[in-house]
């Protein structure tokens, strides 16, 4: 029986067209600057968010850890939230690898800070304390959408105390998918969700299901820069081409797609509810957060990996919907999940 994956929408294979995109590619060698299929791709995503120039890259962390050493300087630091993933699941590589300091601020069920505890945490200009000279704010957060008022409000008061700001968009075509406007384009939307920020990366191998790869954008200086990190990083690559046209053949083919995952992440969500010992602590787009009392977690966990169903348990059950995951891929996970909860004596209800 197929496997229903739900650690990661990173877990997604090529498809056929994909893999057929690859192996058509034109190629170059990336890190002498003569890959076409590479050009093309950066030309596109700058130009998709509205941004001078992109640097194509092998991975997110790395997207975000090159924004942040060429927005910053050692002996400086970058604001950032407490649970945000540049700060927590990045390895500190910004702080041991450039020197740079995060600080971390509290955030809300939404992933959102508050303006206050954002603005008492700029450094005065002092030998004392670390230089301030970035903010970073991720979106989708844990699947939630940042509001737009708030992202025009924080990156606002950023700029008016001299920092620039950058969003890590590792999952920013699900926040234009769930957000945009009736009538409006995901690429549109897009756009707009990067213009408040200096610089964005956005992510290829977790919704839209390449195999590798991200993109950072911003101006032409700040790309110059970020390139150079990235070769001491060893980001540089060779014949990548192969890669963007990946990327590039998901920008064509899987962007509207992501409303399937958000419709599947609800269905999901919506069978989870009322299981007794089982809290739906949150679902947005294509991701579904639940607490399991009583500590079984990590029973339920191997009772559904011995089933066929994986999940991931890090920061509370989560479930993450994506490519490779249909409709009776979540009924089945359903199924197992309450056969796990069902008392002895009583089996579980059958799939929805």
Not at 268 to 289: E, H, I, K, Q, Y
Not at 302 to 325: N, Q
Not at 333 to 338: F, G, Q, T, W
């Amino acid at each position: 029986m197929k496997q229903v994956d739900l650690r990661s929408d990173t877990v997604t294979r090529p498809t056929a067209g994909m893999r057929a995109a690859m192996l058509a590619a034109a190629v170059g060698d990336d890190v002498f600057g003569d890959d076409p299929t590479v050009h093309a791709l950066q030309q596109r995503v700058a130009a998709l968010t509205g941004h001078e120039a992109a640097l194509f890259m092998p991975s997110g962390t790395q997207a975000n850890l090159c924004a942040i050493l060429a927005h910053c300087s050692r002996g400086e630091e970058y604001i950032v939230g407490q649970h945000s993933h540049c700060y927590r699941f990045e390895g500190g590589g910004a702080a041991a690898l450039g020197g740079v300091q995060p600080q971390p601020l509290p955030q809300d069920a939404g992933g959102c800070m508050a303006l206050a505890d954002i603005a008492a945490a700029v450094k005065p200009d002092d030998p004392h304390f670390a230089r301030t000279r970035l903010l970073c704010l991720e979106n989708t957060w844990n699947g939630h959408v940042l509001p737009d008022e708030h992202v025009r409000a924080v990156t606002a008061l950023a700029h008016a105390h001299g920092l620039a700001t950058h969003l890590d968009g590792a999952r920013l075509f699900n926040a234009a998918v769930a957000s945009r406007a009736r009538g409006q384009s995901v690429f549109e939307r897009v756009r707009e969700l990067a213009a408040p920020f200096d610089s964005v990366s956005l992510c290829f191998s977790k919704g839209l299901g390449a195999p590798v790869g991200s993109v950072l954008c911003g101006a032409q200086p700040f790309i110059a820069r970020a390139r150079r990190i990235r070769k001491m990083a060893g980001g540089g690559m060779r014949q990548s081409g192969l890669l963007a046209a990946a990327a590039l053949y998901a920008l064509d083919h899987h962007v509207e797609r992501l409303a399937d995952d958000h419709r599947h992440a609800a269905r999901l969500a919506d069978g989870l509810r009322g299981l007794p010992g089982l809290t739906l602590r949150s679902a947005a787009t294509n991701m579904v957060f639940a607490d399991v009392s009583d500590g079984r977690a990590p029973a339920l966990l191997d009772f559904m990996k011995a089933r066929g169903v994986l999940a991931t348990g890090l920061i509370g059950l989560r479930f993450v919907t994506h490519l490779d995951v249909d409709a009776d891929g979540i009924d089945r996970a359903l199924d197992v999940i309450r056969r796990f909860f069902a008392p002895p004596d009583r089996p579980a209800s059958a799939g929805r």
